[in-house]
């Protein structure tokens, strides 16, 4: 079973991060780096990615055919800030990977899962 | 003249025997599936090109075995120890054809106990299926690491379980083979998508599924359940042609062109779903497929042998109760007694937490109101059963039902 592990940021976060000590900076890596690893070994790895800064996104909106782009950072109380794929068992094994990220100290750690495309007879 | 489809059958139907023979002889299972997989990609490699060796399995057998002790070897200088004289001597009996409980024994090994479901069906996907890591990696929509490191670790814990290559002591074999046939019907489901397009490059899981599953099969024909699952897979993959529509949308049963339906693919699951319960303890899976039968042989939906099918839902009901089947119930009880007896039932058991919002409650009751006329209704179910689902075709469908 595929879930996205959805980082979130938020101002409070983004505070938080910047008034923590190098230190304490080298823990959140550490914490991320060790969740990585686990996740590669277990098998059970399918994806890892941070997101760089909004203010370097761009939002596309097509138009009569015109293609125009409005640069970032936009009016939002929170981010997408990375994102984990992972295919785990169930639910709980997601969540209990989601509860390594230092993220979720914030409440900003979303398990969600992956639409699969098998079904069942209707 | 043989083709590279033919060699790559052949190959995958050699794969478990070799590594029987392999792992009887030299225990390490895990380096000998090693071995096992560098022989089977030479011969992939060479076959094509130098023929087909008069014995095949012979071949595999010496390549792996090869390849085993020079693993075996470099490990040992690594530890500094001297060769073992046992290790140069070939491996004897590499021609007799092997017990025919060894692919047994295989399933069974690969569906330890100590390994989760999803390493159960990485590892008897190659281990007995014969496929590369690529091929199950793709398959699945994973990176090949991830399914390399899975496979890895599962034979790691086999081996700190102290498992050999032999069938597990007698009063465990019942759990392991319920497991077995677990991840078998597991991989079958997993491929049994919706998708019509024929991706080459992928295999079909649910292809894969019923070739284990028949090998299960012919190599315990007394079981009544291995032919039921055989039997429930045949039945289900038989509707395939007429599951999926031009563009690509899940067609229910009830709209199927069942011309399209697999004729062959029925009758020989029928075949043996009749023999099955004529002469066998009956179970799960033979009651599911009588279920899958009763529809595949009605002509059309309409003439529907519904009664008989409620009372294969009563006795699945009473042997394996579970959520899914309390909702095949509710739908049979509305066919034959009325959508709204259908409904009644559906809140009856509306509280039971495995089934308090999940989808197919919803889209069971949303077809139910559809039946009994109360559109407003069903839309609205439809709507959050669309909402609630896990899977992409059944939510494309699920929406489709709410305009």
Known sequence: MKYAILINHNKEARDAWQSFSAAQRSEGYAAHQSLHDDLENSGEMVAAEALADPSNAKRVLVSAGSVSTTDGPFDQSEHLAGIYLIDVENVERAVEYAARIPEAAFGLVEVRPVLGASGADM | MITARDIEDLLRELAPRVLAVLARQHGDFGACEDAVQEALLAAALQWPQEG????????????AYRRRTEVQRSELARRRREHTAALLEPPTGDTTPPDRDDTLTLLMLCCHPSL????????TLRAVGGLTTGEI???FL??????????????ARIKASGAEFQPPPQDQIPARMAAVMEVLYLIFNEGYTASSGSD??????TAEAIR??????QRLPEDGEAAGLLALMLLTDARRPGRTGPDGALVPLAEQDRSRWDAKAIAEGLSLVTSTLARHTIGPYQLQAAIAAVHDEAPSAAETDW???????DLLDAMAPGPMV????AVALAMVHGPQEGLRHLAEVDHDPALADHHRLLAVRAHLLELAGDHQAAREQYALAARRTLSTPEQRYLNSRTS
């Open chain 2, 212 to 217: 284990l599953t028949r090998q299960l099969h």
């Open chain 2, 307 to 313: 009664p008989q099918i409620l009372g294969l839902y």
């Open chain 2, 137 to 139: 990696a793709r398959a």
């Open chain 2, 52 to 63: 087909v060796p008069a014995n095949p399995q012979g071949w595999l057998t010496t390549v």
């Open chain 2, 142 to 155: 994973v990176p090949e690491s991830t399914i390399g490191q899975r496979i890895t670790r599962a034979k």
């Open chain 2, 200 to 205: 080459l490059h992928r295999v079909e899981l």
């Open chain 2, 326 to 329: 309390t909702l095949g119930r």
């Open chain 2, 116 to 123: 989760t479901r999803s390493s159960q069906v990485a590892l």
